[in-house]
C-alpha cells in the first residue's frame, strides 16, 4: 500500500509545483450533426480576439474540415457578449510593419477558412459583436441577432485610430451596399439587431432565448437552398428581398465612374468637415473600401493589410489605443470605490432630489430618469419647473426619434420624474443632487432647507463649478455627507462626471455618489477640494489666455481658427460665448479671488456684460446669433464688429502657432500646479478628464501626454518666452521646471 502511495504523493508534488495550464478560450461541442464552437474566455468578461483565441479557432477549424458536420453555429459562453473586437493591447505592443502585416494576414486566412467550409455556418449573436467579432459574423453564411437592447453590431475601430483588419472594409459593402457601410465604419456606430436586419447585415432577430433554435433553422435552411451554388454565390442567405436589391443596386454604383463623386468624394467632405484631417483612418477607410470593391476579394484584402499596417504604427492610433486603456482604467477604479459602498450595505437606491429645473438641473434629472432612477425635481415656482420638465421632455422626444427609446418607454422615463415645489417632496430621497445658482449664501440656504425635510443621513451633492465643497459643506449637519457632483453641459451629451471630495467627505459617500454618477452613464474623476477643483480651474487660464490675446489685436476668428484647427471642438471665443460671459466673468471672480492676478483676465468681459453680451443665450457675444441660437454666419461674418469698437481695439495679428502655444501651455501650466496643490495625482484622470470634459484634442492623446511628446524641457522655455513678453502670469510652474530639469515625464514611458 505505502509503495503504491509513493508516486502518487511525488507526483501530485510535481503537479503543484508547475503553473496549472490555463483553460481553452472556446470549445467545440457536438450535438445531432451540428457543431456548437462556443467563445468563452475564462480569463476576460467579455471574449476579444487575441492570438491565443485565434489559435485555437485554427485548431477547431482543421478538426471541423477533417470531420464535417450538418452545420456550425458560432455562439458566444459569455452571457452578456458575443466578441467586443480585437485584443487592443496586443495591437498596442505591435513594434514594426513585419509583426502587423503578420498578424492581419493571419486573420485574413482564418477568416478565409471560415467562409469555406462546405457546409452552412451561423453567427448566433447576443450582446455586442464589434469590430473583429462582427467581421468573424460576416464570415459566416448567415447571421441571427437576438432582439436585446444590449445587441450591437458595429466596426468601431476608427475610435480607436484604425480601420477594421480582418475584412470588414471588403466583406460589409459587399453585403449591405457601400453607403451603409461607409456609415457604420466612418461613424464606429453600432445598430441595434432590428436596423441590422432592415440592412440585410442579418438575416434573422429573435429572442434571446430563441437564439439556437434559430440557429438550427438557418442551418435547415442552408441545406434547403443550397443546390450545389458556390459559398461566394450564397452569401446573401435569407436578407429580405428590398435589402438584397438595394445592396446589389450600390454595388453596382460603387464601381462606376460616377462613384467617386456621388459617394466616395462626398464621405471625404464629411469626414474633413468633422475631423479636420486630423485623423488619417476614416480618409483611409474610404480609399480602402473604393479600391477593393472593384477588385477580387483576396486582392482587397491586401488592400485592407496594407492600409491597416500603415494606420497601427501611426501616433494617432497609439494616441488613441493609450485613451482606451486609460479610460478603462478610470472605469476600474471607479467601479472598485463604488463597489464599497454595496459591500458595505450602504448603497443608496431609490428616489434622487434635484434642485432647480435649469438646464443643468432638468438635465441631470433627465439622464437619472433615462437610466430609470426615479427623481423628484424642485424649483422655487412653477413657471421654471414646466420649463425644466418641457426640457426633459425633448430630451426624451429625441431618444424616442433616434429609436433609442419606443413611445411607452419614453412615457415611462418622463412619469419617472416627480415635479415640485415643495420641499416636502425631498423627505423620501436619500440622495439630493443641487444645481441652483453659483453663489456661496444660496448654496447654503438649499442646503439648510432641504436637511430640515431629507431622511437623516442623506448625501447632498453639489453641481458647482468653482465654489469650494469645504465652504459648502459648513452649512451641513453632517458635513461628511457634503460632496461636489460637476456635470458638464449639456448632460446628456457630455460623458465626463467630476467628484469632488472635501477633506471631511466619508468613503461612504463618496463611493455612493460614484455609483451613482456609474449608473447615469458618466465617465468618473475624483478629485479633491479646491477653488475650480479640476476642469473650470484649468479651463479657466486657457480661456483668459485667449481674451488677452483678443486685446492685444488677434481677430475673435483668428483666435477661434487657430484652436479648431489644432484639433479642439470649437475655439475659446465660442467657448466662452457657449459657456455665457456673465457665468465666465463669476466664475473668474472666484477664481481671482483665491489665486490673485495670475488667474485675473482682461477687462474683455466686464465690458461686454455692460454692453449687454452674455453670450450666445443673449442673442450677442463676440459672435451674432440668429433666433434659432445658431451663429449668424461662418468665421469672419458671424463675428459681431461692435465688438471691437466697444474694447477699443485695433489689429496685430497673432501668428496661429503663438495662439494655439499660449492657450494650451496655460491650460498645462495650470494643471501643473492643481498637480502641486494635491487637487488631482494621476496622470491618466488629468487626461482623461481634458478629453472628456472639454474636448482637448483625442488624436494628441491627453494635455500631458501632448506635453511629454514635446519634452517639459521644451515647454519650460516656451513658457518662459511667452513670460519675457507677456507677463508672469506665463510664468512656468515650479512642478514643470523639476521635472524639465530632472528629465522626466508624466506618463513615464
Known sequence: ????????????????????????????????????????????????????????????????????????????????????????????????????????????????????????????????????????????????????????????????????????????????????????????????????????????????????????????????????????????????????????????????????????????????????????????????????????????????????????????????????????????????????????????????????????????????????????????????????????????????????????????????????????????????????FEEMSVKHQVLRETQGVAPEGFIFASNTSTLPITEIAQAAARPENVVGMHFFSPVHKMPLLEVIRHPGTSEETLATIVGLGRTMGKTVIVVGDGPGFFTSRVLGPFMNEAAWMLTEGARVEEIDRALEGWGFPVGPMTLLDEVGLDIAAHAAGTMIEHFGHRVAAPPVFQRMLDDGRAGRKAGRGFYRYGDDGKKAGRGEEAVDEEVYRLLGWSAAPIPPEEIVERCWLQMLNETARTMEDGVIENPVDVDIGVIFGFGFPPFRGGILREADRRGLDWVVERLEHYADRHGDRLEPAGLLREMAVAGRTFHGE
Not at 491565443?52 to 482543421?62: I, K, Q, S, T, Y
Not at 447571421?143 to 477594421?164: F, H, M, N, Y
Open 1 to 436: 500500500m505505502t509503495d503504491r502511495l509513493e508516486p502518487a504523493a511525488e507526483t501530485a508534488a510535481e503537479t503543484a509545483a508547475e503553473p496549472a495550464a490555463p483553460r481553452p478560450a472556446s470549445r467545440l461541442e457536438r450535438h445531432q450533426g451540428v457543431a456548437w464552437l462556443v467563445l468563452d474566455d475564462p480569463g476576460k468578461k467579455v471574449n476579444t480576439l487575441s492570438s491565443r483565441l485565434l489559435g485555437e479557432f485554427e485548431a477547431h477549424l482543421a478538426a471541423l474540415e477533417a470531420d464535417p458536420p450538418r452545420g456550425l453555429v458560432l455562439v458566444s459562453g459569455k452571457p452578456s457578449g458575443f466578441v467586443a473586437g480585437a485584443d487592443v493591447g496586443e495591437l498596442q505592443r505591435l513594434s514594426s510593419p513585419g509583426e502587423v502585416r503578420s498578424l492581419v494576414e493571419a486573420g485574413h486566412a482564418l477568416c478565409r477558412r471560415l467562409e469555406a467550409l462546405p457546409f452552412p455556418t451561423v453567427a448566433a449573436i447576443h450582446g455586442p459583436a464589434l469590430g473583429g467579432g462582427l467581421e468573424l459574423a460576416l464570415c459566416c453564411r448567415f447571421r441571427v441577432a437576438s432582439d436585446d437592447p444590449a445587441t450591437r453590431l458595429g466596426l468601431p475601430e476608427v475610435q480607436l485610430g484604425l480601420i477594421p483588419g480582418m475584412g470588414g472594409t471588403q466583406r460589409l459593402p459587399r453585403l449591405v451596399g457601400v453607403p451603409d457601410a461607409l456609415d457604420m465604419i466612418l461613424t464606429g456606430k453600432g445598430l441595434r439587431a432590428k436596423k441590422a436586419l432592415r440592412l440585410g447585415l442579418v438575416d434573422e432577430v429573435c429572442s434571446r432565448h430563441d437564439l439556437g433554435d434559430a440557429a438550427l433553422r438557418l442551418v435547415a435552411a442552408g441545406h434547403a437552398d443550397d443546390g450545389g451554388l458556390k459559398v461566394e454565390a450564397r452569401r446573401g442567405g435569407r436578407r429580405p428581398l428590398a435589402a438584397r436589391l438595394a445592396s446589389r443596386a450600390a454595388g453596382l454604383l460603387s464601381r462606376t465612374p460616377a462613384a467617386d463623386r456621388l459617394i466616395y468624394e462626398k464621405a471625404r467632405q464629411q469626414v474633413r468637415r468633422k475631423t479636420g484631417g486630423h485623423y488619417p483612418a476614416p480618409l483611409a477607410a474610404i480609399d480602402v473600401v473604393r479600391d477593393g470593391v472593384k477588385l477580387p476579394l483576396d486582392r482587397a484584402l491586401e488592400v485592407e493589410a496594407t492600409a491597416f499596417t500603415r494606420l497601427a504604427l501611426s501616433d494617432v492610433a497609439a494616441n488613441l489605443m493609450a485613451i482606451f486603456f486609460m479610460k478603462n482604467d478610470v472605469e476600474a477604479r471607479a467601479a472598485k470605490l463604488a463597489k464599497q459602498a454595496g459591500d458595505a450595505g450602504a448603497a443608496r437606491g431609490g428616489t434622487v432630489g434635484v434642485l432647480g429645473a435649469g438646464l443643468m438641473g432638468a438635465g441631470i434629472a433627465q439622464v437619472l430618469a433615462y437610466k430609470g432612477v426615479p427623481v423628484v425635481m424642485k424649483d422655487r415656482d412653477l413657471a421654471s419647473l414646466g420649463r425644466g420638465l418641457s426640457y426633459a421632455a425633448e430630451r426624451f422626444g429625441e431618444l424616442e426619434k433616434r429609436r433609442r427609446l419606443s413611445a411607452v418607454e419614453t412615457t415611462q422615463g418622463l412619469a419617472r420624474i416627480h415635479g415640485t415645489v415643495d420641499y416636502a417632496a425631498l423627505s423620501r430621497c436619500d440622495v439630493v443632487i443641487e444645481a441652483v
